[in-house]
C-alpha cells in the first residue's frame, strides 16, 4: 500500500532555533515530491523535488530528496513565530494526478 | 491571493438538506480535485477531474455528487449526509498528467462544512 510517513507529528521550538522535518515514502511509481505550509486554511506551496541530492532553497527554507532511501528533509533555519504551521509532504505518482498526504508536521515556535 | 476560489467559505446543512460547493479557477488548468479536511489530519482526497472527465472516485459515498461543467468550473454537490462528513472541502487545481509532471496543487481555500 502506498504511503506517506512525516515525522516528527508535533515540535516545538523556539525563535531562531533550526528544525528538520522529515518525510519517508513507499509510493509505486514515484514522480515528484512536494512540500506544503498549512496555517489556518489553504496548504501553501514551498517546493516541489524530482531529482535526488539536488537542494531547493527559498530563503531560511530548505529542501533535499533521496530517491535511494526513499525520504525528504525539510530544514528551517533561524525559525520565526510566523513559521509556526503544520507541514504536509504529498508524493505525485505517476498517471491520474494522484497524490499521496503524509499526516504532516505540527510546527510551533515560541517567542 | 489564491487562484483557486470556493464558495460558500461557511456552509452550516442539516441531514435532510441539498446544497452544492463550488470551485472556479481561471489558470487554464485541466485537472481539478475535491479533498476533504477533518481537523488535525491531511486532506484526504475524493475525486479528480482530468479535461473535465472524472478520473478518480476515492470509494466516496453516494451522497457526495461531483460535477465538472467546464474547464473552470467544479462543484460539489451534497444531500443527506451525516455529521461526521463535517469538515474543511479543499478544492485544488493543476496541469493534468500528460507523462510531464503535474506540478503543484493550487489549493483554494476551503470551504468549512458543518452538517447538524
Known amino acids: 500500500e502506498d504511503k506517506v510517513v512525516q515525522s516528527p507529528l508535533s515540535l516545538v521550538v523556539h525563535e531562531g532555533d533550526t528544525v528538520t522535518l522529515n518525510c519517508s515514502y513507499e509510493v509505486t511509481n514515484f514522480r515528484s515530491l512536494l512540500w506544503y505550509k498549512q496555517e489556518k486554511k489553504a496548504p501553501t506551496f514551498l517546493f516541489m523535488l524530482?531529482?535526488?541530492?539536488i537542494e531547493k532553497k527559498s530563503g531560511r527554507l530548505s529542501s533535499i530528496l533521496d530517491k535511494k532511501e526513499l525520504f525528504s528533509i525539510l530544514n528551517i533555519t533561524a525559525t520565526q513565530t510566523g513559521d509556526s504551521a503544520i507541514y504536509l509532504c504529498a508524493v505525485e505518482a505517476w498517471h491520474f494526478n494522484k497524490f499521496y498526504f503524509g499526516s504532516g508536521t505540527k510546527l510551533n515556535v515560541k517567542p | 491571493d489564491t487562484e483557486v476560489t470556493q464558495t460558500p467559505k461557511h456552509l452550516v446543512m442539516g441531514m435532510t438538506n441539498k446544497k452544492s460547493l463550488k470551485c472556479e479557477q481561471h489558470m487554464g488548468h485541466r485537472a481539478m480535485y475535491w479533498y476533504k479536511q477533518k481537523a488535525k489530519k491531511p486532506p484526504e482526497l475524493m475525486f479528480v477531474y482530468s479535461y473535465e472527465k472524472l478520473s478518480i472516485n476515492e470509494s466516496v459515498p453516494s451522497r457526495f455528487s461531483p460535477e465538472c461543467p467546464n474547464s473552470s468550473l467544479l462543484n460539489l454537490h451534497l444531500h443527506a449526509l451525516q455529521p461526521e462528513d463535517s469538515a474543511l472541502y479543499l478544492c485544488?487545481?493543476?496541469?493534468?498528467?500528460?507523462?510531464?509532471?503535474?506540478?503543484?496543487?493550487?489549493f483554494g481555500e476551503g470551504s468549512r462544512l458543518t452538517v447538524l
Open positions: 524530482t531529482s535526488s541530492g
Open positions: 485544488a487545481s493543476s496541469h493534468p498528467d500528460s507523462g510531464e509532471y503535474v506540478g503543484e496543487l493550487f
